[in-house]
């Protein structure tokens, strides 16, 4: 489980060596107006990764993931969900 912000760093480090990843977002839909990032699953063909949004204050590593035109991403709900980390 990926909790922190340099354990999440260190993750997006070994990541940016994948050509692809695969991501999933939970949302919590209860009692907010808006839904709230509740998880963050990652998975780099070899490994799954488990991103608790709770404790992570610095998003710009995986943001760097998701920017890198070289990794190709996978996603479960395409477009929809990227907002949530831009």
């Not at 050509?19 to 009692?31: N, S």
């Not at 990032?37 to 488990?50: C, M, N, S, T, Y």
């Amino acid at each position: 489980m990926i909790e922190t912000d340099d354990a999440l760093a260190s993750l997006c480090e070994a990541v940016r060596a994948c050509p692809a990843i695969a991501l999933d977002t939970e949302f919590v839909r209860t009692r907010t107006y808006y839904p709230q990032l509740g998880l963050i699953q990652l998975f780099d063909g070899a490994d799954v990764a488990l991103i608790d949004p709770l404790g992570i204050t610095d998003w710009s590593p995986l943001k760097a993931v998701l920017r890198d035109t070289g990794i190709t991403k996978i996603s479960s709900r395409g477009q929809r969900r990227s907002g949530s980390v831009s």
